[in-house]
């Protein structure tokens, strides 16, 4: 098909009624429960764009409840169909890579290549696995970027002063939880240094025990907009929320402005009960040229649910 033949896609987005900064999809949750045979709940995913159409890199908890990652796509950005089969990856040299879990990925394009990270189990503790495609078919493991514990792996759409650029989150055993995010750069995307404090939890109760990176940053004229989860500690559990960020474009260490209250958090029946209750957690985010955005969102460990913003709306929040 010629370039000019491929169909424009339409990022799927809802106007906003209530003067809300970040919004939710009417018809939420967009994946539900057992949305193949082999998978029990699909939720913390990637949404990108590709050959004319949407696709995925989902999380699917199997009936094991062991968490792989699978491929899916759309025509609409809303309606998925997900392979019954976790993504197979292979080692430069051809062999296989074995997976012993997979979950919460996050898909950027740089330079005409796709790169997935994820949370990848290493002799059974999470660190960040980070592999490439340029097909969806073919996927080909990189790295293990960190040591465990790492957890929350985003790669920065495009290349900063000459070097990849990720953000992740160290962090310990999962007992008492680290929950600083930090930058770090690389060359080839094999060895990785000049670790740099970003954020840290905030006194806010809604971030004040841990906070992640959600979608890959945005990049505007203000900035680098970062849409990140923050954590509470509770007497029922942790809750989930999304506040965002704005980061110096030449130096995202630099933090310009960042949310005080939450920006949205769990509310609705399918984001407070579920596998774990009380959760919503922002993998992906589509940008139109429109400024409008399209967050793909878990809700309660259980399910894939949308909710839209825009890069404006966003803006006038954080230069505040």
């Given at each position: 098909?010629?370039?000019e033949?491929?169909?424009?896609?339409?990022?799927?987005?809802?106007?906003?009624?209530?003067g809300?900064?970040?919004?939710?999809?009417?018809?939420n949750?967009?994946?539900?429960r057992n949305?193949n045979?082999?998978?029990?709940?699909?939720f913390n995913s990637?949404?990108?764009?590709?050959?004319?159409?949407?696709?995925?890199?989902?999380?699917g908890?199997?009936?094991?409840?062991?968490?792989?990652l699978?491929y899916?796509?759309?025509?609409?950005?809303?309606?998925?169909?997900?392979?019954?089969?976790?993504?197979?990856f292979?080692n430069?040299?051809?062999?296989?890579h074995?997976?012993e879990?997979a979950?919460?990925?996050?898909v950027?394009?740089?330079d005409?290549?796709?790169?997935i990270?994820?949370?990848n189990?290493?002799?059974?503790?999470?660190?960040?696995?980070?592999?490439e495609?340029k097909d969806f078919?073919?996927?080909?493991f990189?790295?293990?970027?960190f040591l465990p514990?790492?957890?929350?792996?985003?790669l920065?759409?495009?290349?900063?002063?000459?070097?990849?650029?990720?953000?992740?989150?160290?962090?310990?055993?999962?007992?008492?939880p680290f929950?600083?995010?930090?930058?770090?750069y690389?060359?080839d995307?094999?060895?990785?240094?000049k670790?740099?404090l970003?954020?840290k939890p905030?006194?806010?109760?809604?971030?004040s025990?841990k906070?992640?990176?959600g979608?890959?940053?945005?990049e505007?004229?203000?900035?680098w907009?970062l849409?990140y989860?923050?954590?509470?500690?509770?007497?029922?559990?942790?809750v989930?929320?999304?506040?965002a960020?704005?980061?110096d474009?030449n130096?995202?260490?630099?933090v310009?402005?960042r949310?005080?209250n939450?920006l949205?958090t769990?509310e609705m029946?399918?984001?407070?009960?579920g596998?774990?209750p009380?959760?919503?957690?922002?993998c992906?985010?589509?940008?139109d040229?429109?400024?409008?955005i399209?967050?793909?969102?878990g809700a309660a460990?259980?399910?894939?649910s949308?909710?839209?913003t825009?890069?404006?709306?966003?803006l006038?929040?954080?230069k505040?």
């Amino acid at each position: 098909m010629k370039q000019e033949e491929k169909k424009t896609l339409q990022i799927p987005y809802e106007e906003c009624t209530d003067g809300s900064i970040i919004w939710r999809y009417s018809k939420n949750p967009i994946i539900g429960r057992n949305p193949n045979e082999t998978i029990a709940r699909a939720f913390n995913s990637a949404v990108v764009e590709f050959n004319s159409k949407f696709v995925g890199i989902f999380r699917g908890d199997t009936k094991s409840t062991i968490p792989y990652l699978y491929y899916g796509e759309s025509e609409d950005g809303i309606n998925f169909k997900i392979n019954k089969d976790p993504i197979v990856f292979y080692n430069v040299d051809g062999s296989k890579h074995e997976i012993e879990y997979a979950y919460d990925p996050r898909v950027v394009k740089i330079d005409g290549t796709f790169y997935i990270m994820w949370c990848n189990g290493s002799n059974g503790a999470p660190t960040i696995g980070l592999a490439e495609t340029k097909d969806f078919k073919k996927y080909t493991f990189i790295s293990s970027p960190f040591l465990p514990f790492n957890r929350n792996g985003v790669l920065f759409p495009k290349k900063i002063n000459g070097e990849f650029a990720m953000l992740s989150r160290p962090s310990d055993g999962g007992h008492t939880p680290f929950g600083d995010i930090f930058i770090s750069y690389s060359k080839d995307l094999v060895y990785w240094g000049k670790h740099k404090l970003v954020m840290k939890p905030s006194w806010q109760w809604w971030q004040s025990t841990k906070i992640g990176a959600g979608p890959f940053p945005i990049e505007t004229k203000e900035g680098w907009i970062l849409i990140y989860h923050g954590v509470t500690k509770t007497c029922a559990g942790m809750v989930y929320s999304i506040g965002a960020a704005l980061l110096d474009l030449n130096d995202p260490s630099k933090v310009i402005g960042r949310t005080d209250n939450y920006l949205m958090t769990p509310e609705m029946e399918y984001e407070t009960i579920g596998f774990v209750p009380n959760v919503v957690f922002p993998c992906a985010a589509l940008v139109d040229n429109k400024g409008r955005i399209a967050i793909y969102y878990g809700a309660a460990d259980t399910y894939l649910s949308l909710a839209f913003t825009t890069v404006d709306k966003l803006l006038s929040v954080l230069k505040k």
